[in-house]
């Protein structure tokens, strides 16, 4: 069983398909803390095929944070981290993460919204 239902449109060809799954990777992710101790969950990457194009693109487990490694709850998380006035070494140490990927958080939350 994985988290990935088929996917609606094509990335490249923007059909709406028929797809074909192409392959089925187990992978992980990091997710939030528990007990001072990070924590990893593990899931299904699908990569599937379009019969119209035949390009093949990868779909995520909706829980997961693209493009990093890391659940949307722990992305959440260490926003409220940062709010709260955590050092991003004290963030990153909690998570298991780079604090070059705890910093890339941070700067995703500062960034303007961009309009169509």
């Known amino acids: ?10 990335p490249f060809c923007q059909g709406s ?3 074909r799954r ?3 990777r187990e ?12 924590r990893i969950r593990r ?3 699908v990569r599937w095929r379009c019969l119209n194009c035949l390009q ?11 493009p990093r490694r890391m659940t949307l709850d722990l992305a959440q998380w260490i926003a409220s981290q940062l ?3 955590l050092p991003v070494s004290h963030i990153a140490q909690a998570t298991g993460l780079d604090d070059k990927t705890v910093r890339s958080v941070r700067a995703c939350l500062t960034m303007p919204e961009r309009s169509p």
């Open 83 to 85: 709010a709260q006035g």
């Open 22 to 24: 192409h392959a089925l």
């Open 56 to 66: 093949i693109h990868t779909v995520q487990p909706h829980w997961a944070a693209s």
């Open 1 to 10: 069983m994985t988290d990935n239902p088929m996917p609606q449109q094509c």
């Open 43 to 45: 899931g299904h990457m």
């Open 27 to 38: 992978t992980w992710w990091r997710d939030v803390p528990a007990d001072s101790r990070p």
């Open 17 to 19: 398909g028929p797809f």
